[in-house]
């Protein structure tokens, strides 16, 4: 696996596979890595010849500056486990390296609508982070192919959206959301989770998949949504939101709209817990 760490390296390293008509997966990742990014990876590597990883802790998509130094970063141990699976390309750019005129003066991307509910009314700011970091990213790599995690489903839908509208040449993929046997999701803000709330997260699942049975049992949305925060407050998690929403486009469900997702964000402790559920009427 090499690494690079410049954008002018990246496109060297990268330019003989294209010219070789190879195909380039790429998997944008924070670090701290999990089971859940190792599956993209192995995802990655099933559809294309060429396997690129980024890890770049992005300030850009962070709304509390507490939170951006506070992120783990654990280098060693994710260069370890990238070892492991089939990556070809290992990114690993500064913040001066994706901001050269730093973060104020830089052109920002931003996705209206998508942007500004559910994680984006509570996080001002973040998606509009996550659709600048991801632009350059893909305009970076250049691949066939990018995958994302079904977990952050808010965030999956705002880089379909852009690369839609900005007419990107690259298909996004959505990898199915990894969990732990008591079904709480992978994610990189579990480690914030002392022993006794790590025993209550699951309660956010949980209150997921009781909102499915509600749903397919005919209940309104509104119903399912208030029952949803009780149990969440029940299980001692302060909810930001408990939300059916339609899967396209996260707008507010019509009686004749039969895709849906739940979506649930709570708080425990020092750890932000997302998650959501499809449900197919």
Known sequence: METVRTIAALHQATAPWRAAGERIAFVPTMGNLHAGHLALVR?????AERVVVSIFVNPLQFDRQDDFQAYPRTLA???????QE????????????????GMEACTRVEVPGLSEVLCGAF???HFVGVATVVTKLLNAVRPDVALFGEK???QLLVVRRLVEDLNLPVEVRGVPTVREPDGLALSSRNRYLSPEERGRAPALYRALLAARERLLAGEPPGAVEAAGMRELEAAGLRPEYFSV????DLEEPGPADGQLVVLAAAWLGRARLIDNLPVDL
């Not at 995802?43 to 559809?47: H, S, T």
């Not at 929403?245 to 396209?248: K, L, S, W």
């Open 43 to 47: 995802e990655a590597a099933r559809v």
């Open 77 to 83: 141990e994710d260069r370890e486990a990238l070892a």
């Open 86 to 101: 089939a990556v070809d390309l290992l990114f690993l750019p500064e913040v001066e390296e994706m901001y050269p005129r």
């Open 123 to 125: 996080r001002p700011g």
């Open 152 to 154: 952050d489903f808010q």
């Open 245 to 248: 929403r339609r899967r396209e």
